[in-house]
């Protein structure tokens, strides 16, 4: 039964030019790319035609894309638990009463405000094996240096060590802001009843700090399956695809080989990824998590 | 796509046949894409040859581009063109000519080229730079700035580890026992980058060994000839076998300032490093042609300039003129000196500022010289993905997770697999 | 005494790590005011100079690349503002057909940022024309879900008599939007201006592939273009390149301290 009142006339209205643009740019994307990545490429010899599955019969089998995405994988799980332990360690470092604390908290936050690109450039010093930092230090103290972007066994987890850098101030301010609003009668409770510092935080602490960690958790997974603007600079996916990331390959197969309809396929698998993830995180937040 | 693109051609030239008689007085605008592929402010030398060409030509005006390297040159030109945005010409990867030819973007020199003057000028550059450009039997890319590999070397540490400074290796042989004997722990012999351009240096040794990677028509490849697996064994050999070279991949973008900085006696490098390890160096250094195996050999590098199809026929003769005006035989030598890029023809070359650089400084002419031993860069059709499966085999072999043979047994499948259409 | 050891590791702790984390930074810093030769080599007494910054500015125009990242940031910041605080207004205070499967497609956005759908996004501003120009980085970025998101958070807080108040004195509804919620939510709205500054100032993979000549260009996008040219990198120019870069966001970010931490921690409570 629709109900045709002036309310709903303007809910719309005013929704109106938020849906246009979500329209324009997320949801008819999304549903296109769906479609392209069952029709071929438009060449000079024959136009676009439709094939079925045979784009993503290609994807399985497609040693590239099966890296991509075991990278992806380790990105996210390397960099998604790290962050938000050192983020949390972080913020109660902050948050207690230490000297310098002005000092303490720029220094953790700064890395965020730079864009990728600017920190990528700093790190590709840093991990040069002949005139970098790392490896100056490395051999001062008589150790062979290794070549971090240059050896497929280190070059995944140089770029985690980066990406943790710069995002661990980031989730740091959450932590702060979750920890600050938390009622201090509680842990006053629990001092009175003899609980030790560490039992009160994982009694007390950290379970009401959950809907931040959650909130944390899916940015930093977010964050693990889009940020690839480090290598443009740092690697491009090498060395052979030790650390090529999804959406880079995607860039690739899309702008330098113009291979739309595989770029749409893989998109499909990216985008796949993200809904099943969005999903998972709505329902978990919707049944443990209180909204205030 | 292409609908679009034909509407907009026709909708120019119908509207440039309309404004005829103005057309003839109004200024001709083009829109030149150009990478600035080496270290240092070239943007200033592209506009002052611009701006040079616009005094001479005051009913053409030019607005060049700087769009990146050369991936993004590519990509940024192309994009332009999809999206209906002015480009006419841009200096692009030599090797881009069969993607430019599939995608229906360009036109052929030997098309445009229609007076006595204009064929001769055409057939003035030095052959060995005409290879990329040519397919089909015609003439499709002009050499702007050509390279070759060359081999920088720290003349000071030849000396210091009892080598002669005056004699550079000259077989592969020569190059791992002078790498392994300049190998101290604190520099390295020997550095041939692995990373941006792996395919590049790959040719190189290929050719050192006697083979080429491609055929002439862009359709084939020889990734997997035993010579071909060979070379990149030595390659290998050079960080595991003689200990001269550091393991894994090397830095294309870090190799000039390992030289610089002393942390290796020898690079390869491209000559269009020349002029900037020239003015930076602090210690004496020396130009070398890369030694040989079988035979000398290098690939040739570089961007050519390229029409675009979809420009209008005043355009293209604007065009045109700005390209024979770029590569005249006095901007060339410029241009060369200014890089240490090639002077693309022998008339540059007989030029007197060109003369006279290359007797005061004579690692000017190693890559001229070395021009009878080039070969065309790496191109074929998908070339993007074709050079993405070499680089990645080279990668591979260098970091030890395949064999040599392996990588490019397994580069070479998948190469035969992508170019299977075009047979 | 054991309760002290343990207060003073935990200085010692996290000074380490803020030294540490301050590192990086702190080398560039060194690495362009120095000449090459000192890049590598820590003589403290080594002579500054300039002669970076000059170079890195005379081979790009970084002039021109900040100013264009100002006019992409401001564009987008009244954009998100505009249609933002409509669409929150629609969710938070009307009951309209749909509106459930609505919001729910509107977080979606959350997760499939435009970036995700880049092929098909980079197509249609070929078919708008609006491919090379800062309008074209801009607009995927106008409706933002978090904007919507947190602004909703805020206008369902306040009460609604206040709304009521307004009406009785004849306020239209925009009027009410205008005179009530607006003024209610001002650190809201300077939260999210923040980070949304923080945001597209360093934006770098959509602002690539959008923007072509340096009219349009980003400074990220130039900073990866500069830093990525065929010979090879030379690491003090880089250093000076990248601190232009980050120059601007990095003095609004020191001086505006407070004020930045404080929006960060305040879009996070929601």
């Known amino acids: 039964m629709r ?94 009463k230490i000297p310098a604390r002005g000092l303490v908290r720029l220094s953790y936050f700064t890395p965020t405000i730079l864009p990728m690109v600017a920190a990528a450039n700093i790190w590709l010093f840093f991990y040069s094996p002949q005139i970098g930092l790392i490896n100056k230090v490395i051999e001062y103290f008589g150790f062979n240096g290794i070549n971090w972007l240059g050896n497929s066994h280190t070059v995944l987890a140089s770029l985690m060590v980066m990406t943790i850098w710069k995002e661990a101030g980031f989730f740091m301010i959450f932590y702060l802001a979750a920890l600050q609003s938390l009622p201090k009668e509680l842990l006053e409770a629990a001092k009175i009843e003899g609980a030790t510092k560490w039992q009160s935080f994982w009694k007390v602490t950290f379970p009401l700090i959950t809907p931040t960690t959650f909130f944390i958790m899916i940015n930093a997974l977010l964050n693990a399956f889009k940020l690839v603007d480090h290598l443009f600079i740092l690697t491009k996916g090498g060395p052979d695809n030790a650390s090529n990331l999804l959406l880079y390959y995607i860039y690739e197969v899309a702008f330098s080989f113009f291979d739309f309809a595989y770029a749409s396929t893989l998109t499909v698998v990216l985008i796949s990824m993200l809904v099943v993830l969005s999903l998972l995180y709505f329902t978990i937040i919707e049944k443990k998590v209180h909204y205030k | 796509m292409f609908k679009n693109i034909k509407k907009v051609a026709i909708s120019t030239i119908t509207l440039a046949c309309l404004f005829g008689a103005t057309a003839t007085l109004a200024k001709t605008e083009l829109t030149m894409y150009y990478p ?125 580890a009892g080598l002669d400074p005056n004699k550079p290796p000259k077989t592969w042989e020569e190059l791992a026992y002078d790498a392994k004997k300049l190998t101290t722990k604190n520099r390295w012999g020997i550095m041939i980058p692995s990373t941006g351009y792996p395919y590049w240096m790959f040719q190189a040794l290929a050719k050192q060994n006697g083979e080429v990677l491609m055929d002439k028509d862009g359709k084939k490849t020889f990734f997997n000839k035993k010579s071909v697996v060979n070379a990149l064994q030595y390659w290998f050999d050079l960080s595991h076998k003689y200990a001269a070279m550091p393991k894994g991949t090397i830095e294309w973008g870090t190799l000039r300032q390992n030289f610089l900085d002393g942390k290796t006696a020898i690079m390869w490098h491209s000559t269009g490093n020349l002029t900037a390890v020239k003015k930076a160096a602090n210690f004496n250094f020396g130009v070398a042609m890369l030694p040989a195996m079988k035979m000398r050999g290098t690939p040739t590098g570089g961007g050519n300039f390229y029409i675009f199809k979809n420009s209008t026929e005043k355009e293209k ?12 035989p006095k901007r060339s030598a410029q241009w ?88 | 005494m054991k309760i002290h050891i343990t207060k003073y590791l935990k200085i010692l702790f996290a000074w380490s790590l803020a030294i540490i984390w301050a590192l990086p930074i702190l080398y560039a810093f060194w690495a362009a005011f120095h000449t090459s030769d000192f890049v590598t080599h820590f003589n403290l007494f080594a002579p500054l100079t300039l002669e970076n910054f000059k170079i890195a500015a005379s081979q790009a125009p970084f002039l021109r690349y900040m100013l264009n990242t100002i006019i992409l940031v401001v564009i987008i910041i009244i ?97 009410i939007l205008w005179k009530v919620y607006i003024p209610l939510s001002k650190p809201t709205y300077l939260a999210y201006i923040l980070v949304s500054i923080s945001y597209h100032w360093n934006n770098f993979l959509w602002p690539l592939v959008v923007s072509n000549s340096q009219d349009v260009r980003p400074l990220t996008v130039g900073l990866a273009i500069f830093g990525a040219p065929e010979s090879g990198v030379q690491w003090s120019i880089i250093s000076a390149a990248t601190l232009i870069s980050v120059a601007p966001l990095l003095v609004a970010f020191l001086i505006f301290q407070k004020q930045f931490v404080n929006s960060f921690m305040h879009t996070g409570i929601k």
Not at chain 1, 16 to 33: E, K, S, W
Not at chain 1, 62 to 88: C, R
Not at chain 2, 87 to 112: G, P, R, T, W
Not at chain 2, 317 to 328: G, H, N, R
């Open chain 3, 79 to 175: 954009g998100q503002l505009i249609i933002c605080t409509l669409g929150a207004y629609a969710f938070a205070r009307f009951d309209f057909y749909g509106k459930k499967v609505a919001f729910f497609l509107v977080l979606l956005q959350l997760m499939i940022v435009p970036e995700i759908l880049i092929i098909q996004n980079y197509k249609t501003l070929v078919n708008l024309g609006l491919t090379d120009t800062i309008l074209g980085i801009g607009l995927p970025y106008m409706a933002s879900a978090f904007g919507i998101f947190l602004l909703r958070q805020n206008f369902k807080m306040i009460p609604k008599e206040l709304d009521d108040a307004a009406r009785i004195e004849g306020c239209s509804l925009m009027c």
């Open chain 2, 317 to 328: 003769e604007a065009s045109l003129k700005l390209i024979k005006f770029m590569t005249s």
């Open chain 1, 3 to 96: 109900v045709y009142n002036i309310n709903n006339l303007y809910g719309w209205l005013l929704a109106l030019p938020a849906f246009v643009l979500l329209g324009v740019f997320t949801y008819y994307p999304t549903v296109a790319t769906f479609i392209n990545s069952l029709y071929s490429n438009e060449t000079i010899i024959r136009p676009k035609h439709f094939v079925g599955l045979d784009n993503y019969r290609f994807l399985i089998n497609d040693p590239i894309f099966l890296t991509t995405l075991k990278n992806t994988a380790i990105f996210a799980f390397g960099t998604v638990p790290i962050s938000i332990a050192l983020s949390l360690i972080m913020a109660l470092l902050v948050h207690s």
């Open chain 2, 336 to 423: 060369s000196i200014k890089t240490g890029y090639i002077g693309i023809s022998p008339a540059a070359y007989k030029t007197e500022a060109l003369k006279r650089y290359v007797k005061e400084f004579p690692p000017a002419k190693v890559a001229r010289d070395q021009l009878k031993f080039a070969t065309a860069e790496l191109s074929t059709y998908q070339t993007g993905r074709v050079r993405k499966l070499l680089n990645d085999a080279i990668q591979a072999a260098l970091t030890g997770k395949k064999t040599p043979k392996a990588a490019l047994d397994d580069a070479q499948k998948r190469a035969t697999i992508l170019l299977k259409d075009y047979q």
């Open chain 2, 36 to 160: 600035v592929a080496v270290g240092g402010p070239l943007t200033k030398i592209v506009d002052s040859m611009v701006s040079d060409f616009e005094k001479v030509n005051p009913n053409i005006s030019v607005n060049a581009i700087y769009a990146g390297n050369y991936n993004d040159a590519r990509i940024k030109s192309l994009a332009a063109l999809k999206s209906g945005k002015p480009a006419q010409l841009a200096v692009m990867f030599s090797i881009d000519v069969y993607d430019l030819i599939e995608q229906n973007a360009i036109v052929s020199f030997s098309d445009i080229a229609k007076t006595k003057k204009d064929k001769k000028w055409l057939h003035s550059f030095y052959p060995a730079l005409m290879e990329n450009g040519t397919t089909l039997g015609k003439i499709w890319g002009v050499p702007f700035q050509r390279s070759t590999i060359v081999m920088y070397y720290n003349k000071d540490m030849f000396a210091q």
